[in-house]
C-alpha cells in the first residue's frame, strides 16, 4: 500500500493551495481518508475527513470556511484544497487511510499513512 502526498509548497498569507494524495495498493472506496498536519514543535492534528462514497466529509472548526475535501474514487485520489492560508496553518501534512465509512479524528483509526507534504505560509 502506497499513499503518495504531493501539493505542498510555499505560499504568501491569504494564498492558496491544492494538496493531494494518490492512493495504490487498497480498493480505494472501501477507505474513509483524512488529513492531519503538524506544526514545528507540535504534536499532529487532525484536519478533516471524508467518507468512501464521498458523501459525507467532516474539517475541523479551524478550518471551516477556508479547507475542504474531496476524492476521485476513479483515479484513486483524495484532495484538500487550502484557501485563505494563515501563516499559522505552516505544517507537514499528511493524508491516511482508515478501513471505515467512519469519519475519525484519532490517528489510531488510520490504518495507512503518506509521508507527508509541507506547507509553507509567510507572513
Known amino acids: 500500500v502506497q499513499l503518495q502526498a504531493s501539493g505542498g509548497g510555499w505560499v504568501q498569507d491569504g494564498g492558496s493551495l491544492t494538496l493531494s494524495c494518490a492512493v495504490s495498493g487498497l480498493t480505494f472506496k472501501d477507505y474513509s481518508m483524512g488529513w492531519f498536519r503538524q506544526a514545528p514543535g507540535k504534536g499532529r492534528e487532525f484536519v478533516g475527513a471524508i467518507n468512501g462514497d464521498a458523501d459525507n466529509s467532516y474539517i475541523k472548526d479551524f478550518a471551516k470556511g477556508r479547507f475542504s475535501i474531496s476524492r476521485d474514487n476513479a483515479k484513486n485520489t483524495v484532495y484538500l484544497q487550502l484557501n485563505s492560508l494563515k501563516p499559522e496553518d505552516t505544517a507537514l501534512y499528511y493524508c491516511?487511510?482508515?478501513?471505515?465509512?467512519?469519519?475519525?479524528?484519532?490517528?489510531?483509526?488510520?490504518?495507512?499513512w503518506g509521508q507527508g507534504t509541507l506547507v509553507t505560509v509567510s507572513s
Open positions: 491516511a487511510a482508515a478501513y471505515s465509512s467512519f469519519l475519525s479524528p484519532l490517528r489510531v483509526d488510520y490504518h495507512y
